[in-house]
């Protein structure tokens, strides 16, 4: 069983994330980062909710350049916020469609200090704005001639690179969840939905600690899976079926994710070739992963061992990402994105290809970049396919 990791992140964390983004902030000429999303408030203020299920109503946070940290949100937030290390909290009684928040973001980006004239917004790739567009829009038009510009390359920047205690969250939830891999095989049985198949996954990990599975994909079909982006369904799974299961799963706000795959009767032998040329591509990928190297020379490496074994091509079009408070973040392992790996990131692993007409194999794994290479943080996966039945 994996080991027990505290929740929650000490104030020292918070402040050190801080400190970062406003030393980024200098560099990138911003005076201000004005952030919206669930995993940018919670990653600067600790503030964990459910009710971000709630479409409802906005939240706000500002990072100035200089100063303490603002919080402008509902005031039906503010008893939670008020837990966190923030001290600046703004409130309205939302929700108030003609202003909620809009006035009170105003006031509190006009009494910044000017130095650049530009406020970081998440504009870029792989953000989310999480407020009416029109309000956003508003706001604009109110702070000038200070102006929103794209907070994306600080965004990134501060979350690319994880936190030792960051680390440990995603650490532990990937050992969980390869235990929860581990002990699959006996609870799984042709005759089987591919839906009650993912249930007893998600049973395991929930047992094991995990605080939930966001993602849990499954997908079955004769010697091989056409895709990897839909189901469970309600196929029933039959002898000679190859089954993939992929799940994000998160402890304490922090995902894993990455992909097992079972087959039910032994393998034919096509099979077992493309899960043996993923296995070892993802072997190639792990062992290229070290400072310096690049995303691209990851994919390059397991791109070289799936060519050579046929590969027909991967419509995924990459091999691997980010990843941490959110399931897939940047960068992409993949030609052209040339990511120069440093310490403290961490990535998935994930090669995949179709080895015949509507046949796919993937493999994925997870791993943090270390001073001198890397570090896995999942269990890794046997090099034979587990049978079923």
Not at 121 to 146: K, N, Q, S, Y
């Amino acid at each position: 069983m994996a080991r027990t990791v505290e929740r929650g992140f000490p104030r020292a964390e918070y402040e050190a994330r801080a400190a970062r983004a406003q030393a980024l902030m200098t560099g990138h000429e911003l005076d201000a980062l004005f952030v919206t999303s669930e995993q940018h408030v919670r990653w600067f203020t600790g503030f964990d909710s459910q009710f971000w299920a709630s479409p409802t109503r906005p939240w706000f946070v500002i990072v100035p350049r200089e100063g303490a940290l603002i919080a402008v949100i509902p005031e039906i937030g503010a008893p939670i916020m008020a837990r966190t290390w923030v001290e600046d909290i703004r409130t309205w009684p939302a929700p108030v469609p003609e202003d909620d928040g809009v006035s009170l973001v105003c006031n509190a980006i006009g009494s910044l200090p000017r130095r650049f004239g530009r406020i970081g917004a998440e504009m870029g790739p792989e953000t989310v704005l999480r407020m009416p567009a029109a309000d956003f829009l508003r706001i604009g038009e109110t702070i000038a001639p200070l102006a929103f510009a794209d907070g994306t390359p600080v965004l990134r920047g501060l979350r690319g690179v994880k936190s030792p205690a960051e680390i440990d969250r995603i650490r532990h939830v990937c050992q969980l969840t390869s235990e929860a891999f581990l002990a699959l095989p006996e609870k799984l049985s042709a005759g089987m939905t591919e839906w009650e198949a993912c249930r007893e996954m998600r049973i395991e990990v929930l047992r094991r600690g995990a605080d939930s599975s966001p993602y849990m994909m499954g997908a079955a079909g004769p010697g091989g899976y056409d895709n990897i982006i839909m189901g469970p369904t309600q196929k029933v799974i039959e002898a000679g079926d190859i089954l993939i299961i992929d799940t994000g799963t998160t402890f304490d706000g922090y995902y894993c994710d990455f992909d097992r795959n079972f087959a039910f009767g032994e393998p034919d032998d096509a099979a077992k070739r493309a899960h043996e040329a993923v296995w070892r591509a993802t072997q190639a990928g792990i062992d290229a992963a070290r400072p310096g190297a690049t995303t691209s020379d990851l994919w390059r490496a397991m791109a070289k061992v799936l060519e050579a074994a046929g590969s027909l091509g991967n419509n995924v079009g990459r091999m691997g990402h980010g990843l941490g408070m959110q399931l897939t973040e940047w960068p992409s392992n993949r030609p052209g994105d040339d990511t120069e790996l440093v310490p403290g990131m961490v990535l998935t692993i994930e090669p995949g290809m179709e080895f015949a007409p509507g046949r796919m194999m993937v493999h994925e794994e997870n791993i943090a970049v270390t001073e001198d290479g890397c570090e896995l943080l999942t269990i890794r996966a046997a090099a034979d396919m587990p049978v079923v039945g």
